[in-house]
């Protein structure tokens, strides 16, 4: 049986990985590749929406409306993926991009769902693909309408992701799949748990001290410019305005401790009132006597929550639940990801957190190994925090 390959891999490395796959088994023929720009098509400029192609072009360019993708919004994965869809697709908009897409509203997110899911059905269908192969979970806009799409088709899926265990990956048929593992059939011995202090390679750069004082950097110089030069170059115009800005990032900087760089990846002045609200808690004083569960937020946007997340993508959700499962006497301390934007924080985030009478939100510079150390339990959606809590033995 030949197998007809669809596959999205965006790197170098799962390239070469790719071609030695196609290259070492003579029953495999690559059909269909959305990665970067020597494959068919470009994956990212669908979801920047720009007009990059692939050796094939750009999938826009001649297209009309086919019905293609009839399977999908008839089955049960439809409302679930315009979800997923739309909340990846959000990373990529004015507000979180000096090179954004142009959708502005939920009626325009649903049309370029609809146009590019129709799309992509329709290239599958073209190209009488057998099997997908994804190197790493599904969650960049056209990975996951194309995962979804093979699903409502019955095409067989492999997915391959990483792990924070050296030389070790993971390998599934589906994204539910992802650490459903037995424990009442192992496979190996059990490994004994070392609550020695863990390497946290991940945490690099990330301190837990409270040293105030630093002025603007010049990461964040050089995003304050990008955002007048690229977004608002009438502020150029407008001195006393540019300047209110500038001073109020500088006081931002002033209010968190040295590693804590609040514009180091991106400005926009959406951000400015976010920070300017969690500097309102920087003199939280932390009681470790009182009993508590510890709920350190995830960093958004990202895999972890958008696409295995599943329900709780809203962390908030999490929070609330597990507020009406605990005791009365017992706290959540709720801690920001310490490389946390404006993303999914709006007002009404902190409202709706303000609004749980149990949580306690904790200052940047709360010492993430002590708030283990004493808590009852640990409670995350998918992060790091809960294999750190289980070598602690928590």
Same mark, same amino acid.
Request: glycine letters at 6%.
């Given at each position: ?42 994956? /990212? ?144 011995? &059990? ?41 608002? &170059? ?88 597990? /507020? ?39 200052? /940047? ?30």
């Amino acid at each position: 049986m030949t197998i007809r390959l669809l596959c999205v891999s965006t790197s170098d490395n799962t390239d070469e990985i790719l071609d030695a796959l196609v290259r070492q088994h003579d029953n495999i023929e690559l059909c269909l590749h959305f990665g970067n720009d020597m494959a068919d098509f470009k994956a /990212s400029a669908l979801s920047r929406m720009d007009t990059r192609k692939g050796q094939r072009g750009h999938l826009m360019r001649g297209q009309y409306y086919a019905g293609s993708n009839a399977e999908l919004l008839s089955s049960e994965l439809f409302r679930d993926t315009m979800e997923r869809t739309v909340d990846q697709l959000y990373r990529y908009s004015e507000g979180y991009r000096y090179q954004s897409h142009n959708l502005k509203n939920l009626q325009d997110y649903k049309d370029y769902f609809y146009i590019l899911s129709d799309l992509l059905a329709q290239q599958v269908r073209d190209e009488k693909i057998t099997h997908a192969l994804f190197f790493n979970v599904p969650h960049l806009v056209c990975d996951t309408i194309l995962y979804d799409i093979c699903k409502s088709l019955g095409i067989p899926t492999i997915i391959l992701t990483q792990s924070i265990f050296p030389g070790k990956y993971f390998s599934m048929e589906n994204v539910e799949d992802y650490g459903n593992f037995n424990p009442t059939n192992p496979d190996a011995a &059990p490994l004994p748990i070392d609550e020695k202090d863990l390497d946290l390679f991940y945490m690099k750069n990330i301190g837990q001290a409270g040293d105030m004082g630093k002025r603007l950097s010049i990461k964040g110089w050089a995003n304050v410019l990008a955002y007048v030069f690229m977004k608002k &170059p009438s502020l150029l115009l407008k001195p006393i305005a540019l300047m209110g800005i500038i001073k109020r990032a500088n006081r931002i900087y002033k209010s968190f401790p040295s590693w804590r760089d609040p514009f180091s990846r991106f400005f926009h002045e959406n951000e400015l009132p976010y920070f300017e609200h969690l500097m309102e808690f920087e003199d939280q004083q932390i009681d470790i006597e009182q009993k508590f569960v510890y709920f350190p937020l995830q960093l958004q946007p990202e895999m972890t929550t958008s696409s295995l997340g599943g329900d709780y993508r809203d962390q908030l959700l999490a929070v609330e639940k597990l /507020s009406a499962i605990l005791p009365d006497d017992v706290k959540i301390y709720v801690k920001e990801n310490p490389k946390q934007g404006a993303y999914s924080r709006g007002p009404l985030f902190f409202y709706r957190l303000k609004r749980i009478p149990n949580v306690v939100f904790m200052p /940047s510079h709360a010492n993430t190994n002590t708030l283990t150390a004493h808590c009852e339990a640990v409670a995350t959606i998918t992060g790091t925090v809960g294999w750190e809590a289980v070598r602690k033995g928590k």
